[in-house]
């Protein structure tokens, strides 16, 4: 058991595995998540939450745990009849994981938040970490390339990535409202840890939400972030290529450009440890150890880890 009030600002796979390693650490019950809904998109006439889903399958052990998302042992017979009627099915959208979608939709029609409605699928899966939104609106990343704007799932999933990105656009974020929820948490947090998330998609969509860097910023948490490269390259997912096509450079300079000055500190990987002058330069404080989360133990121990480290430094700052 731990006093400190920890927040964790997560996106899908990378956001997960550390909101599992803090879930199952010794600061479980004192940590909230707040999760990115801007990846959030219409299919079939359902709504769509995918890094909330995410994490709160992850979280409830219902996730399919070879592919990081979606549910365990599901079938498609409902893709495979809209598949048959014509409908465009790319994104793979599995029978158990429809009925989420199912119920979020038919809330949202009643006019429930956005953040209950997360609530009661967590009660559900019985996820005990809260998670929190950044917003109850609607915000949808963009991504512009050669031949156009894409919604974010077009890209990730249709287009599989490939098309080189030429910006990134948060539609709905300058109107957005952030809940009262994550200002409040993020107000009283000791320790902000930054998922080894994709830190333009991810990261970036939540911390578009206005006020909420604003409130990083103000807040007197210590502010760490994990990297989500290993070796100059992503474990999953887009974000090397994202950043490098956005003249940033694919390591954990790259990741610093992106957070600058919200951060105390940096983890990186053993691998990247070269690195490590540069970081202190810009005044950080770094953890370089292993960040390549497989297991449960894994994800505890770098979690565990990475807060020690936090508290550590954080007293003697104070000191
Ligand atoms: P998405 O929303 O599903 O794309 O997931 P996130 O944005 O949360 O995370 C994507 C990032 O997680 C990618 O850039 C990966 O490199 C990173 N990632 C995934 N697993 C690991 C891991 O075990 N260790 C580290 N350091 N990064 C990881
Ligand atoms: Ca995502």
């Known amino acids: 058991m731990s006093d400190l009030t920890i927040t964790l600002l997560a996106g899908g ?4 595995k ?3 390693g803090l879930a199952a650490s ?14 959030d998109d219409a299919f079939h006439g359902l709504w769509v939450s995918p890094d909330i889903d995410t994490l709160l399958y ?6 399919d745990r070879e592919r990081g998302w979606g549910r365990k042992s599901e079938s498609y017979q409902v893709l495979n009849e809209l598949s048959a009627l014509g409908q465009e099915t790319w994104m793979t959208l599995g029978d158990l994981d429809l009925a989420t979608h199912i ?4 809330l949202r029609k009643q006019g429930v938040r956005a953040s209950h409605i997360t609530q009661r699928l967590a009660k559900r899966h019985g996820v005990t970490v809260p ?8 915000v949808q990343t963009q991504v512009k390339t050669e031949s156009g704007w894409l919604s974010f799932q077009e890209y990730f999933v249709r287009e599989q990535c490939k098309p080189k990105v030429l910006g990134v656009e948060y539609k709905g974020a300058n109107i957005a409202r952030a809940t009262s929820e994550a200002l409040f948490q993020i ?9 080894p998330s994709n830190p333009i998609v991810s990261i970036g969509a939540i911390l578009a939400t206005p006020g909420l860097q604003e409130a990083i910023e103000k807040s007197t948490a210590y502010v760490i972030a994990i990297s989500p490269l290993i070796a100059g390259k992503t474990v999953k997912g887009p974000a090397d290529k994202m950043l490098e096509s956005m003249g940033k450079s694919t390591d954990s300079k790259g990741i610093y450009q992106c957070y600058g000055s919200l951060l105390n500190a940096m983890v990186i990987d053993d691998a990247d440890r070269d690195e490590l002058p ?42």
């Open 278 to 319: 540069w970081l202190q330069d810009q005044g950080l404080d770094v953890l370089v150890t292993p960040t390549l989360m497989k297991t449960r133990d894994d994800k505890c121990a770098l979690l565990t880890n990475t807060v020690a480290f936090a508290e550590q430094q954080r007293k003697q700052r104070a000191a």
């Open 131 to 138: 998670i929190l939104l950044p917003t109850d609106d609607v």
């Open 26 to 39: 010794v600061y479980a019950s004192t940590t909230h998540i707040i999760g990115n809904v801007a990846d």
């Open 187 to 195: 107000a009283k947090s000791d320790v902000i840890v930054i998922a």
């Open 18 to 20: 550390a909101a599992e």
């Open 58 to 63: 992850s979280l409830g052990d219902q996730i």
């Open 103 to 106: 119920y979020r939709t038919e």
């Open 13 to 16: 796979v990378g956001g997960a």
